[in-house]
């Protein structure tokens, strides 16, 4: 068996800045995730005027319920959605301050306007300064009253979470109606994670589409950030696909995060998964059955699935992940390119990959720009000697280190017994 770490979660660390630097008090992040994205959140609180202290294994962050120290200020976001995303609603709910954002040309095209929008419906002063529901942007903060909001999440549930997480800074709170939802564990995780800072948030009307956040502010804390299940993700696959076996410590039957289900989706394709109060493994014969699977809930993986999808023993279609085409890129299009790339048979619509089992070939895989591509696409790798990509480096979004990581992990996996399926050798990864 091999165990491997995984670094903290990207969506948790990213919750916890936000909510250590509106609690009162000094909140500790014990194991956050180091990465672009969250060093690119982190100097945006500090360009805000919040203290941060970033030490190794944990970051202090000295709240204020007040909002930012600044009350000018010029953020660049760079690549991360809820780095753009969470830092303009945090900065909105301030005394008073004109704060500027403005992020990557690759976030630039990611949609903001339901955000923005709701922010506007609650009174705040904000402007688009070049394409409307888009960065950059500039917001006059005066403080939030609160009040009834009805929001489309269809798109993102990084929306509803940013307003969740506003409501306790507001006057009066917010009552959210949402009509559509994406990806609703990623809303579990919010909801978790707000109790653990002294927020209660409550739920009602139809389907629980009605979330009712109380005014009053967060109470500082120590919070242990787990592992990134996205990013394990990988890892468990490839241990279905090469017919080994990976323990992943750290994510247990208590995990926040719904990605953690992509084990579910392996199960049902044939491997055996144990999941304990504090770890997860995944063991498998490498033998994989096709299977149709609705992913709307898990979309980050759909990447994952689709590159091992060739090796199935019949198709595999995903369906409901039409959100996955307005993430880093168009996911959907770049893992039909990349899997038409290797000689593999893929049809897609407009919410739906469907891929035919096959022997792919080695290709340079198109990342544009996406680390979920790239990291995917390594999985493959594994029984595909020979795959190189165009950005190898674009991983440093949330895994800097994910090439010597899995290269590594690649090695542990080959001196391993294969299962009685015996796909063949583990080949080593190319970065």
Known sequence: MTVIHVPG??????????????????????????????????????????EVV??????????????????????????GATTARFLPTLAAAGAR???????????????????????????VDLRHEAAEGHHPLRITAAGIRGGELTLDAGQSSQYLTALLMLGPLTAEGLRITVTELVSAPYI????????????????????GTVFTVPPGGYRATTYAVEPDASTASYFFAAAALTGREVTVPGLGRDALQGDLAFVDVLRRMGAEVRTTA???????????????????DISDTMPTLAAIA???????????????????????????????????????????????????RAAEIATHGDHRIVMSFAVA????????????????????????????????????????GNPGPVPATEG
């Open 310 to 360: 060739p090796h199935a023993s019949g198709p595999v279609r995903i369906e409901d992940v039409g959100n996955t085409r307005v993430k880093e890129c168009d996911r959907l299009e770049a893992c039909a390119g990349n899997l038409r790339r290797m000689g593999i048979t893929v049809a897609t619509g407009p919410d739906w990959i469907e891929i035919r089992p096959g022997t792919p």
């Open 381 to 420: 790798g594994l029984r595909t000697p020979g795959l190189t990509y165009d950005d190898p480096g674009c991983v440093r979004k949330t895994f800097p280190r994910f090439h010597e990581a899995f290269a590594g992990f690649a090695e542990l996996l080959a001196r391993q017994e294969p299962g009685p």
């Open 97 to 123: 301050g004109t704060y500027r954002f403005d992020a990557s040309a690759q976030m630039r095209r990611r949609p903001l306007a339901p955000l923005t929008e709701a922010l506007r419906t609650l009174g």
């Open 54 to 79: 970033r030490e190794a294994d944990r970051w202090r962050i000295t709240g204020r319920p007040s909002g930012p120290a600044a009350t000018e200020a010029d953020i660049y976001c760079r690549d």
């Open 188 to 207: 579990e995780i919010t909801l978790a994670m707000m109790r653990s800072f002294g927020v209660e948030v409550t739920r009602g009307g139809p389907g």
């Open 278 to 296: 504090g770890s997860t493994t995944v063991r498998s014969t490498g033998t994989l059955r096709g299977l149709t699977v609705n992913m709307r």
């Open 9 to 50: 979660s990207k969506s948790v660390t990213a919750r916890a800045l936000f909510l250590a630097a509106a609690a009162n008090g000094t909140s500790t992040l014990v194991r956050p995730l180091a990465s672009d994205d969250t060093e690119g959140f982190a100097e945006g609180l500090t360009g805000l005027g919040y």
